[in-house]
């Protein structure tokens, strides 16, 4: 069975940083790809940043410049390092784990940029 633990939420005030890491577990004779996404009050789930199928960091266009994914495939590992966070970055940050045509989340972590 596949989780995804995910760790490094909280409350920061704008400017400030933060760093998101997700560890899943389950098969080891795959390589999953993985993001993060978001998803605010009143608002749909959106990319925040991910690996493509080919290997690349894909980016939302509000996440440019400020994120940074990263990856550790040996210890099967991603995280998302957040600069200059704005209040609009507030909401639950989601990791997603995806292989053919599953895609496994995990519970989601908290991040609230406020002063």
């Known amino acids: 069975q596949v989780q995804l633990m995910e760790s490094g939420g909280g409350l920061v005030q704008p400017g400030g940083s933060l760093r998101l890491s997700c560890a899943v577990s389950g098969r080891t004779d795959i390589t999953y790809v993985m993001g993060w996404y978001r998803q605010a009050p009143g608002k749909e789930r959106e990319l925040v940043a991910s690996f493509s199928s080919g290997g690349g960091p894909i980016y939302a266009d509000s996440a440019k410049g400020r994120f940074t994914i990263s990856r550790d495939n040996g210890k099967r590992t991603v995280s998302l390092q957040m600069n200059s966070l704005k209040p609009e970055d507030t909401a639950v940050y989601y990791c997603?784990?995806?292989?053919?045509?599953?895609?496994?989340w995990g519970q989601g972590t908290q991040v609230t940029v406020s002063s």
């Open positions: 997603k784990a995806a292989w053919a045509s599953y895609a496994y």
